[in-house]
């Protein structure tokens, strides 16, 4: 699937409708070069359905996708993998204005690679729902490689591993070499926000390496595992730009709460 302008494909959150592009329960895709842009209320490319693997999402431009769910929620996610979707490659995709996260990986979304995608303002659509991350991992979506993507200036936290709740945490997932910086620079719901930030404790089985940033949390989201710091130590600078070429819907498919 190429070329394509997806503009303004608008659905009801009642329904399993409402994204710009849909890969649904099919493997082996590639959606390069199109322009997704002013669709809702899901996403502006969707990856749902477990069969759903080894799709490549390359060179997209994903823009303004901010339709609300209702009144006071927006849901609306730039490229989202939906639970238990696996071995899917988002690459090199701008990812810019989206109503809530940029790039999230629901639960149970595995072995994915999200790489060299430039990631920047999305999430500022929310009113009294939650403010949205730049690249979001939730609970059990584990063993996914987070590397080389420029993450900025989204409304909560740049790039959020989710910790335990009552299901176990993001884990087994390597964040590497990525370039952030300026996220949640509002106050709003969700307590505080950070560049760099794993809601497990110590980051569990997670390792970090490389990254730049200004604000992190907690400290193991800085220094790699079992206490090594990767050089060279790049805290409380703002990084240039690199040169790289909880459920809440009244549909059948998940939300990104």
């Known amino acids: 699937m190429t070329e394509l302008q997806a503009i303004k494909n608008v659905g009801a959150a009642s329904t399993d409708f409402g994204d710009g592009i849909a890969v649904s329960a099919s493997a082996d895709n590639l959606v390069r070069n199109n322009v997704v842009r002013g669709n809702g209320p899901f996403s502006g490319i969707g990856v749902c359905g477990r069969a759903s693997m080894r799709n490549v999402i390359d060179r997209n431009v994903v823009e303004d996708n901010n339709v609300q769910t209702n009144a006071n929620v927006n849901q609306d996610d730039g490229i989202r993998l939906e639970p238990s979707t696996s071995e899917n490659v988002v690459t090199n995709n701008r990812v810019h204005g989206n109503g809530l996260d940029g790039i999230p990986l629901f639960r149970g979304s595995t072995d994915n690679q999200v790489q060299r995608n430039d990631v920047r303002r999305n999430g500022f659509h929310g009113k009294r729902h939650r403010q949205g991350d730049g690249i979001a991992v939730f609970n059990e979506a584990d063993r996914n490689l987070i590397q080389r993507n420029q993450v ?46 794993d809601g497990n404790p110590d980051c569990d089985d997670n390792r970090w390496f490389g990254n730049t940033f200004l604000t992190a949390e907690p400290a193991c989201t800085t220094d790699g595992p079992n206490g090594r710091a990767p050089p060279p130590a790049r805290t409380g600078v703002m990084p240039s730009a690199p040169d790289w070429d909880d459920f809440e819907s009244n549909s059948g498919r998940p939300s990104s709460a």
Do not use: H, K, Q
């Open 152 to 197: 900025f200036e989204n409304a909560a936290n740049g790039i959020f591993l989710r910790g335990p709740s009552f299901v176990a945490g993001a884990r087994n997932n390597e964040i590497r070499s990525n370039a952030t910086g300026n996220n949640g620079p509002l106050p709003g719901p969700g307590g505080f926000r950070y560049d760099l930030r």
